[in-house]
């Protein structure tokens, strides 16, 4: 089984301070610039699994560097260079405390929402009679608040400007670029016998204006289904096929784990944790229509991405 990175330490010329997220690892250089390491860690239920999955970080880093270059002509971001698989150099913004979820199908949280009875999610009206899996008349945009730990909770846009989360005028931009950022992923997607399902954007300011961070368009941040037979799984009532992260929280589910009281981490084999990288290099393939090649990956990971990355520092 390859090497996983699941934990990093590097101290970078100028480093300021390191924040260690559920699955990223992000380091402050001189309140400037951010080196964001996409680890091999997975995280699902707010939970960080035991075991990292090999070629993870590398998936999400080079999936999210694509996408950021094919929505550039439509909205600034904070990209500045990939110098290495699994890490992002880009420009230090200052972040909203909101996430733009936009979703253009009927499934998952909100189907179990509305399964509940839910008709209205975020602010927006949803229609009488849909089934799981089904398409909104229009995407729908149900933003959350961005937590620090646990849940991200509901909002709707009104609740965000009115406690002063976002200015009317930045959320206007931010709804905007969520729009059309979404309709070049699909377009992309389609291209590759995908359907973008739903996903969600991060924004941040900076020297007044707004920028998009963090990463986009990547398994566990969208959820992809496979055009070819979808409307007949539709018309069937059937599971779609998809390429997500969401069949790692179905496998937790079926193994009674939700992250409610009581519960356990189900076990994590070589084999299954094989399995899961296969799906990430899987999705990686059909999103970007190339082959992936895995990064030298016997070697120290930790020690290459620090040569890296130092070396891309000192010449910037």
């Given at each position: 089984?390859a090497n996983?990175?699941?934990?990093?330490?590097?101290?970078?010329?100028?480093?300021?301070?390191?924040?260690?997220?559920?699955?990223?690892?992000?380091?402050?250089?001189?309140?400037d610039?951010?080196v964001?390491?996409?680890?091999?860690?997975?995280?699902?239920?707010?939970?960080?699994l035991?075991?990292?999955?090999?070629f993870k970080?590398?998936?999400?880093?080079?999936?999210?560097?694509?996408?950021?270059?094919?929505?550039?002509?439509?909205?600034?971001?904070?990209?500045?260079?990939?110098p290495?698989?699994?890490?992002?150099?880009?420009?230090?913004?200052?972040?909203?405390?909101?996430e733009?979820?936009?979703?253009?199908?009927l499934?998952?949280?909100a189907?179990?929402?509305?399964?509940?009875?839910?008709?209205e999610?975020?602010?927006?009206?949803?229609?009488?009679g849909?089934?799981?899996n089904?398409r909104?008349?229009?995407p729908?945009i149900t933003?959350?608040?961005?937590a620090?730990?646990?849940?991200?909770?509901?909002?709707?846009?009104?609740?965000?400007?009115?406690?002063?989360?976002?200015?009317a005028?930045?959320y206007?931009v931010?709804?905007?670029?969520t729009r059309?950022?979404?309709?070049r992923?699909?377009?992309i997607?389609a291209?590759r016998?995908?359907?973008?399902?739903?996903?969600?954007?991060?924004?941040?300011?900076?020297?007044?204006k707004?920028?998009?961070?963090?990463?986009?368009?990547?398994?566990?941040?969208?959820?992809y289904?496979?055009a070819?037979?979808?409307?007949?799984?539709?018309a069937?009532?059937?599971?779609?096929?998809?390429?997500?992260?969401?069949?790692?929280?179905q496998?937790?589910i079926?193994?009674d784990f939700?992250?409610?009281?009581?519960q356990?981490?189900?076990?994590m084999?070589?084999?299954?944790?094989?399995?899961?990288s296969?799906?990430?290099?899987?999705?990686y393939?059909?999103?970007?229509?190339e082959t992936?090649?895995k990064?030298?990956?016997?070697?120290?990971?930790?020690?290459r991405?620090?040569?890296?990355?130092?070396?891309?520092?000192?010449s910037h």
């Amino acid at each position: 089984m390859a090497n996983a990175l699941t934990t990093t330490d590097f101290h970078f010329n100028g480093q300021k301070s390191v924040y260690h997220g559920k699955v990223r690892d992000v380091y402050n250089i001189n309140d400037d610039v951010l080196v964001m390491v996409a680890t091999d860690r997975i995280s699902a239920f707010d939970v960080v699994l035991p075991k990292g999955i090999p070629f993870k970080g590398q998936v999400l880093n080079q999936i999210a560097a694509k996408f950021l270059d094919a929505t550039a002509d439509i909205c600034p971001n904070w990209k500045l260079a990939t110098p290495d698989p699994m890490v992002t150099v880009g420009l230090k913004c200052e972040g909203f405390r909101v996430e733009m979820i936009i979703r253009s199908i009927l499934t998952g949280s909100a189907w179990r929402e509305y399964k509940k009875g839910v008709r209205e999610l975020c602010g927006v009206r949803l229609p009488d009679g849909m089934r799981e899996n089904e398409r909104f008349p229009e995407p729908i945009i149900t933003p959350t608040t961005k937590a620090d730990e646990g849940h991200d909770m509901n909002i709707s846009k009104e609740e965000i400007i009115a406690q002063g989360l976002v200015s009317a005028e930045d959320y206007a931009v931010m709804e905007d670029y969520t729009r059309r950022i979404f309709a070049r992923g699909q377009e992309i997607a389609a291209k590759r016998g995908l359907i973008l399902v739903d996903t969600k954007y991060e924004f941040g300011k900076r020297d007044g204006k707004v920028i998009l961070i963090d990463e986009i368009h990547t398994p566990d941040s969208s959820r992809y289904f496979y055009a070819d037979g979808y409307e007949e799984k539709l018309a069937k009532g059937e599971p779609q096929r998809q390429l997500s992260k969401e069949f790692v929280r179905q496998w937790l589910i079926e193994h009674d784990f939700m992250n409610e009281p009581g519960q356990v981490v189900p076990e994590m084999t070589d084999a299954y944790v094989d399995s899961v990288s296969d799906r990430y290099i899987e999705l990686y393939e059909h999103i970007t229509g190339e082959t992936f090649n895995k990064a030298n990956v016997t070697a120290d990971i930790a020690a290459r991405i620090e040569q890296n990355v130092s070396s891309w520092l000192s010449s910037h």
